[in-house]
């Protein structure tokens, strides 16, 4: 496995490979990224993880200072996995003060996008920055994220990006709780609770099977019950699962997704429903 930090080195190494599957990430890898790159294996002779923590997709008071950077840790954890790890510095991928964003589609100003207003620009702009210098065939990305993956698999589609989009399952915690690197963040107290998140979308997803089709009372109780046990809840929003418009009681597929505070910590996930 090879470490890069430049783009030169990267397009020398690159070049000449057949098919490159790329898998991007923030580092502090666990295992839902792990399970991603083995996926990645799947889709190509070359095997392409980059690792970089985004300034552009953080809000000015978020925590882009405290997220978690564990280079060489993560380079251990993906020898055998990964043929090479690009891990730029910051004026490789910002040369110059960005003033050319890729602009996501109106979906991103809703659910996490109501909060943190200019996440997905940041994260689409960094993204078709990798894509342009990976050209990779396939890029895979986890359903944990799943706003994430609707916006890039959008941006794909209209910019007419030769990359294919694949998606990852969530990888859970034997309690449910969805692997995250902000999980270190919970301190122990919070960390038991945190599986609640999960266990209150698979009882919305319980709701739904067994008849209840009024989704915003049935989204608003879940919000309840989290509140009452001390969450701070962002949203909790039942949408189709193609569009992430506000979900019909008769859309085959839908989802659930959650955005909520465990003190200081800021945990998402969501549940496929049909
Ligand atoms: O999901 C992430 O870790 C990041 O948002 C991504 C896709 C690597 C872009 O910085």
């Given at each position: 496995?090879?470490?890069?930090?430049?783009?030169?080195?990267?397009?020398?190494?690159?070049?000449?490979?057949?098919?490159?599957a790329?898998?991007?990430?923030?580092?502090?890898?666990h295992?839902?990224?792990l399970?991603?790159?083995?996926?990645?294996?799947?889709?190509?002779?070359?095997?392409?993880v980059?690792?970089?923590?985004?300034?552009?997709?953080?809000?000015?008071?978020?925590?882009f200072?405290?997220?978690?950077?564990?280079?060489?840790?993560?380079?251990?954890?993906?020898?055998?996995?990964a043929?090479?790890?690009?891990?730029?510095?910051?004026?490789?991928?910002?040369?110059?003060?960005?003033?050319?964003?890729?602009?996501p589609p109106?979906?991103?100003?809703?659910l996490?996008g109501?909060?943190?207003?200019?996440?997905?620009?940041?994260?689409?702009?960094?993204v078709l920055?990798?894509?342009?210098?990976?050209?990779?065939?396939?890029?895979?990305?986890?359903?944990?994220?799943?706003?994430?993956?609707?916006v890039?698999?959008?941006m794909a589609?209209?910019?007419?990006?030769?990359?294919e989009?694949?998606?990852?399952e969530?990888?859970r915690?034997?309690?449910?709780?969805?692997?995250?690197?902000?999980?270190?963040?919970?301190?122990?107290?919070?960390?038991?609770?945190a599986?609640?998140?999960y266990?209150?979308?698979q009882?919305?997803r319980?709701?739904?099977?067994?008849?209840?089709c009024?989704?915003?009372a049935?989204?608003?109780?879940a919000?309840?019950?989290?509140?009452?046990r001390?969450w701070?809840v962002?949203?909790?929003?039942l949408?189709?699962?193609?569009?992430?418009?506000?979900?019909?009681?008769?859309d085959e597929?839908?989802?659930a997704l959650a955005?909520?505070?465990?003190?200081?910590?800021?945990?998402i996930?969501n549940?496929?429903?049909?």
């Amino acid at each position: 496995m090879e470490t890069l930090s430049t783009a030169p080195a990267l397009r020398e190494r690159l070049w000449n490979e057949a098919r490159v599957a790329f898998v991007p990430t923030m580092g502090n890898l666990h295992d839902g990224h792990l399970d991603l790159v083995r996926q990645a294996r799947q889709h190509g002779s070359c095997v392409a993880v980059s690792i970089f923590v985004n300034p552009l997709q953080f809000g000015p008071s978020e925590d882009f200072a405290a997220y978690p950077r564990t280079l060489a840790d993560d380079c251990r954890k993906l020898e055998g996995l990964a043929d090479v790890v690009f891990a730029p510095a910051a004026a490789e991928l910002y040369p110059e003060t960005q003033t050319i964003f890729v602009e996501p589609p109106p979906i991103a100003g809703e659910l996490c996008g109501a909060t943190r207003p200019t996440h997905f620009r940041g994260v689409a702009t960094v993204v078709l920055k990798l894509f342009n210098l990976v050209q990779a065939d396939t890029a895979l990305f986890g359903k944990k994220d799943y706003q994430q993956l609707h916006v890039i698999r959008a941006m794909a589609r209209q910019l007419n990006l030769p990359v294919e989009i694949v998606a990852g399952e969530t990888v859970r915690a034997a309690d449910g709780l969805a692997l995250s690197s902000r999980n270190a963040y919970l301190s122990e107290t919070e960390r038991g609770e945190a599986a609640m998140l999960y266990r209150e979308l698979q009882r919305i997803r319980q709701e739904i099977a067994a008849g209840g089709c009024d989704l915003a009372a049935i989204a608003d109780e879940a919000r309840m019950r989290l509140e009452s046990r001390g969450w701070r809840v962002d949203y909790v929003s039942l949408r189709n699962a193609a569009t992430l418009a506000p979900a019909l009681a008769d859309d085959e597929k839908k989802v659930a997704l959650a955005a909520a505070w465990l003190g200081k910590t800021r945990l998402i996930d969501n549940l496929e429903i049909g």
